[in-house]
């Protein structure tokens, strides 16, 4: 019988906590409990979960700063269920999450799995537009949970689960800042467990808020990339290096536009209208494709100067692994 326990670490959250519990208040199916854990936040979410005790069956953990990864598995090891399911707390939840996802771990019981994420109605339009970037099979090609896509699938945090029995097995997350969920997700396939995508179990994903804060993240998620194929050799895949070839040929075709009479701007053009239709026809508004060209290219820039930088320091310096925006991350 498989028993529920949430996981949500939070830092620095409190209003987007309040959203989260209050998604999952609504749930069709309510045999779970939920923990957060508070990871050294400046700004605790204590009041703000006080009102959610007599709603759900709910903890609330305060530890000392370490990270997301290491948060998650505090909270792990306090669980009393036997299957652990992990949220960002940036996250909302469909009213029949849990109801699906008992529904189809029960048809085919997985040991791990993931699930994809959508753009609520009530987002901004940036926070649509960056949904579109992180998303569409133009941009990451599908590989965060679309039925189409072009690498193999492996859970991400903000939207994942596996037994009791992984986590033991696995030691669950590891010290990693960024890319902790592949780095496990990796380690759990190579144990030979069972994983697979739920495409029914979605959440609305918020994200990042403004441009400056998404291109951080996908920075430090191109870095992640190189730092994950040195820690697991053979993962990495011709579509985790397009954004940083991308990169390339969009600072030559900028440097070479004066020679060419703006010719060399021709591909890159194209591809801009591309993404306007593409995200015009799923997000029915012209300022959210407009933004989403705008997200595209942070999305594909931020991450392809990750990984570029990542390349030289990692694979032809042979450095150790390193991060950027430590400090200022969520600022």
Known sequence: MLIFSIIIPAYNRPEEISELLGSLCNQTYKNFEVIVVEDGSERCCKIEIESFYHRLNLRYFCKENSGPGLTRNYGAEQAKGNYFIFF????????????????????????????????????TPIQRAINYAMTSFLTTGGIRGSKKHFAEFHPRSFNMGFSKKVFQNTGGFSRMRFGEDLDLSMRIKEAGFKVGLIHEAYVYHKRRTDFKKFFRQVHNSGIARINL????????????????????????SILASPITHLLSLVPVLVYAFSLFIDSLFKEKSVKV???????????????????????????????????????????
């Not at 194929?229 to 030559?252: C, E, K, Q």
């Open 88 to 123: 960002d707390s940036d996250c909302l939840i469909p009213h029949d999450y849990m109801e699906l996802l008992k529904k189809s771990l029960n048809s085919t019981l997985l040991d791990a799995y993931g699930g994809p994420d959508a753009s609520h109605p009530s987002f």
């Open 229 to 252: 194929n040195n820690r697991h050799p053979g993962t990495m895949r011709i579509i985790h290096a397009l954004p940083g070839l991308f990169t390339l040929f969009f600072l030559t």
């Open 289 to 331: 494709a407009l933004l989403a060209i705008t997200a595209s290219f942070v999305q594909l820039l931020g991450y392809g100067t990750g990984f570029i930088k990542a390349f030289w320091k990692r694979i032809i310096l042979g450095k150790g692994e390193f991060h950027a925006y430590e400090k200022n991350f969520y600022e």
